[in-house]
């Protein structure tokens, strides 16, 4: 009986996102007093973060139509339900992840910089632009999976992208107007998705 | 009463006519296999219909109110990997919001003896008629009154494990409406109260009930017959339901190309192309 409500609480979402964010905020603490001394850059943690979130992001969106949406739609969940419930996985994903990021310019501030401002410590075009990627990239592999596209090609796809990200965000300024067309590429796709996945034919495996 | 009701659906060459109604078990037969496939994934909703196929009186396309009540599955696909039935059951809950009932799960588990057909490592590997048992398991288990079945009877070779199965499937007292795609019809012999015929040679569909009875005929019949009721015709017979006269019968039996045949026993006269 003990073991059942364990097993029950273990298995709960809610716990096992409660405790990955806990754990976070713990290493997130540790990072920075470990970092303090050898001077690293203070944005890398904040890439680390979203470059993470943008590679699960991408292949969740993909196993998502790719894999589980027939059998998701067998068992009887609407195709307006599996959309649904994606969106709000992705931006409940986002708000967690601009949560510990925000955590980290607070700490970060704190502990290593408390004489300059959070707006000088950290380019806010960059912190605006890593969300819009990961939205933007994880609403791509969500396209992927519903066009079937082949996995070797799906991991190839994704390396270019991911390259082209990391030359974009270290080597290349980024401009507020890159925002708003990443935004504007970011609300057109989740229109596309959502077009896709309600006329999509499935086809018998 | 009629629950589930199909007009004027164009599938591939066939054009469907079908009333399904409540506490009926009914199959679907068509040469081709991969036909019954596209058929399910468009009368369970899964795929678009052209306004055709309504559940009392509502187009069943993303229907959530009919998703809520129906299953569909193909016996041939794997479902689940594994069979922990706390975790399964919460996956079921909080992932779909569908009530598993696990100790049905366990009791279905123990008459087939599920685990004997399985090999445990860090996901649970069955054997093609493990995986059979499991989604078989799996459909009693989910708390659904509607059932599409494909290939409900796949990879079993043992009678009584395909006898519990067909007798599971088509329990009134659990489902409702039961619609099956037999991969062996004669395993449901005497258990459906309706078996629909998807014509090759009027490509459209025939109803037939449970006694009624199907007449083989070598190579193309003579005289002359009410094309309606032809199933199947190649070179070499012609199938068909058997609503001839006294006299078209007897002509037939005089020339000896005839056998009459239970609808059950298609299966054992045409051999379906498999996907």
């Known amino acids: ?205 | 009463m009629i629950s589930l009701k199909i007009e004027n659906l164009k599938l591939n060459n066939y054009l469907i006519n079908i009333d399904f109604s409540n506490q009926q078990a009914v199959a679907i037969w068509a040469s081709d296999i991969k036909i019954v496939g596209e058929f399910f994934s468009i009368i369970a909703g899964i795929n678009k219909n052209n306004n055709t196929c309504f559940y009392y009186e509502k187009d069943v396309f993303d229907n959530k109110e009919y998703f809520q009540s129906r299953v569909y599955f193909d016996f041939r696909k794997r479902y689940l990997s594994s069979l922990k039935l706390n975790y399964l059951e919460e996956r079921f809950r909080q992932k779909y919001n569908i009530v598993f009932n696990k100790n049905e799960f366990r009791k279905v588990s123990e008459i087939l003896d599920i685990r004997g057909e399985t090999e445990v490592s860090n996901v649970c590997s069955y054997t093609k008629t493990g995986n059979t048992f499991v989604n078989y398991a799996l459909t009693r288990s989910l708390e659904k009154s509607n059932i599409i079945i494909n290939n409900p009877t796949i990879n079993l070779s043992i009678k009584t494990d395909i006898d519990i199965i067909a007798s599971g499937l088509t329990d009134k007292s659990k489902y409702n409406m039961i619609i099956l795609g037999p991969d062996n019809l004669s395993a449901f012999n005497d258990k459906l109260d309706k078996i629909i015929f998807f014509s090759d040679f009027n490509n459209g569909t025939i109803m037939a009930d449970n006694k009624d009875s199907l007449i083989v005929v070598k190579g193309v019949p003579e005289g002359s017959f009410n094309n309606e009721n032809i199933i199947y015709r190649n070179d070499e017979k012609t199938i068909l339901l058997n609503k001839l006269t006294r006299s078209e019968l007897k002509n037939l039996q005089k020339k000896g190309q005839l056998e009459i045949i239970s609808v059950y026993q298609i299966d054992e006269y045409v051999l379906r192309s498999d996907p």
Do not use: C
């Open chain 1, 1 to 205: 009986m003990k073991k059942e409500f364990f097993l029950k609480i273990w298995h709960n979402y809610f716990f096992q996102l409660g405790l990955a964010f806990v754990s976070a905020l713990f290493l997130i603490m540790v990072a920075i007093v470990l970092f303090e001394d050898i001077d690293l850059d203070n944005t890398m943690l904040i890439y680390n973060i979203f470059g993470t979130l943008t590679l699960v992001g991408f292949i969740y969106s993909y196993n998502l139509t790719k894999k589980h949406l027939r059998s998701k739609l067998e068992v009887g969940i609407t195709r307006k339900q599996i959309y649904r419930n994606y969106f709000v996985n992705i931006m409940i994903t986002l708000i967690v992840a601009l949560f510990l990021v925000a955590y980290y310019m607070f700490v970060y501030k704190k502990v290593i910089k408390n004489t300059l401002t959070i707006l000088q410590l950290f380019d806010f075009k960059k912190m605006l632009f890593l969300p819009l990627v990961f939205l933007l990239v994880s609403f791509i592999g969500f396209v992927f999976g519903i066009i079937q596209i082949k996995r070797k090609v799906f991991y190839l796809l994704f390396t270019v992208i991911v390259m082209g990200l990391i030359i974009v965000v270290i080597y290349f300024s980024i401009a507020y107007f890159i925002n708003l067309i990443l935004l504007a590429a970011v609300l057109i796709m989740g229109m596309i998705n959502y077009l896709l996945i309600i006329n999509y034919r499935i086809k018998e495996k």
